[in-house]
């Protein structure tokens, strides 16, 4: 995958950018864009410093529902100091980082299998048992994702094949995941990332873009840079619940939802893959690691609650 950084194309709803009318000139723009690319590089290498750094950062996991029995396995609260750290405690059913990981390498295994062989009765029953072990099988809940799968069974391999495909190539157009043709959610996100057979997109979530806007809003304060001068592809769009939403006075991220959300959330993927891959070069630690990290990190990060808004020591 390349190293260079796609820009958004208003697949999400960046907020308070200049109107066009107001842009600077070309040389101006061919500049700023090298600026980003810097920003980016920069970002890149503040995040890998967190992986082995002394950030502390926790919050309350619910004694109630799904969560009752994690909150129970840390007494209530999950803590951790860096992001390295948050890796050795995460959790997910009742199992640790290194269990999770065999699992999804055996459904991985099993679906890039199934693609191959243009089984698409075995791919939707492989797609059944991925939301099974997501979470995420509740048909009520996840009616859109169910009724695109049944929608598209019999082509259900080359659709899997094409949105692979079009997300990994940082020049092709994401005007297809439109919700009908091909489309993207948190769910669609953990199956796309299963069915790449180089295993280079990851799971974007709610939690994995709240944690990755955690860490955008303390670099940007950190060099007190504004709104206005943060590179569109370090704007990553979050969830509605206000738990994911790092916004402060200073810097505010778009929404995971809208009226291009298919489209938004492929975006998504596709940044938050190439820069948790250069991350990963960075800090010396599997992709892998660093989205199960963030994927704990990124429970609760609003802005002051517990210890998520403490500087580094």
């Known amino acids: 995958m390349a190293e260079r950084f796609p820009a958004l194309a208003d697949a999400c709803a960046v907020p308070s950018r200049p109107h066009p009318s107001t842009l600077p000139p070309y040389g101006q723009r061919e500049k700023r864009a090298n600026r980003n690319h ?6 890149c290498q503040f995040l890998a410093q967190e992986w082995g750094g002394s950030r502390q950062h ?3 996991v619910p004694t109630r529902g799904k969560s009752r029995g994690w909150s129970r396995s840390v007494d209530g609260k999950w803590s951790t100091v860096g992001l390295a750290n948050a890796v050795s405690k995460y ?12 699992e999804l ?25 991925i939301m099974h072990w997501a979470g995420a099988d509740n048909k009520h809940r996840q009616r859109r994702t169910f009724e695109w799968i049944e929608h598209n069974a019999d082509e259900i391999s080359t659709k899997l094949s094409s949105a692979v495909d079009l997300i990994k190539d940082e020049h092709a157009s994401l005007a297809s995941f439109d919700g009908i043709n091909l489309t993207m959610n948190s769910t669609m996100a953990k199956i796309v990332s299963l ?8 799971a974007y979530d709610g939690r994995l ?3 990755l806007s955690f860490f955008v809003a303390r670099f940007t304060e950190e060099r007190e840079i504004h709104q206005y001068d943060v ?14 939403n790092p916004d402060t006075n200073r810097i505010h991220f ?25 991350v990963a070069k960075e800090c010396r630690a599997s992709p892998r690691e660093i989205e199960a990290a963030l994927f704990m990190w990124g429970y609760n990060v609003k802005w002051g609650y517990n210890s998520a808004a403490e500087p580094r020591a």
């Not at 459904?107 to 059944?128: G, H, K, P, W």
Request: proline share 3%.
């Open 38 to 43: 810097g920003q980016i590089r920069k970002f």
């Open 58 to 60: 926790s919050y309350t």
């Open 91 to 102: 959790a997910w059913s009742g199992k640790n980082f290194a269990e999770n990981q065999a």
């Open 105 to 129: 390498d055996r459904l991985a295994a099993e679906l890039q299998s199934a693609i191959q062989r243009n089984a698409n009765s075995d791919v939707c029953a492989i797609l059944r048992g």
């Open 195 to 202: 069915a790449d057979p180089e295993q280079k997109l990851v």
């Open 209 to 211: 873009g709240g944690a």
């Open 231 to 244: 590179a569109d592809q370090l704007l990553f769009a979050v969830d509605r619940d206000p738990k994911r």
């Open 254 to 278: 778009p929404a995971l939802f809208g009226k291009t959300r298919d489209r938004c959330h492929a975006s998504m993927v596709r940044c938050a893959s190439q820069l948790i891959w250069q």
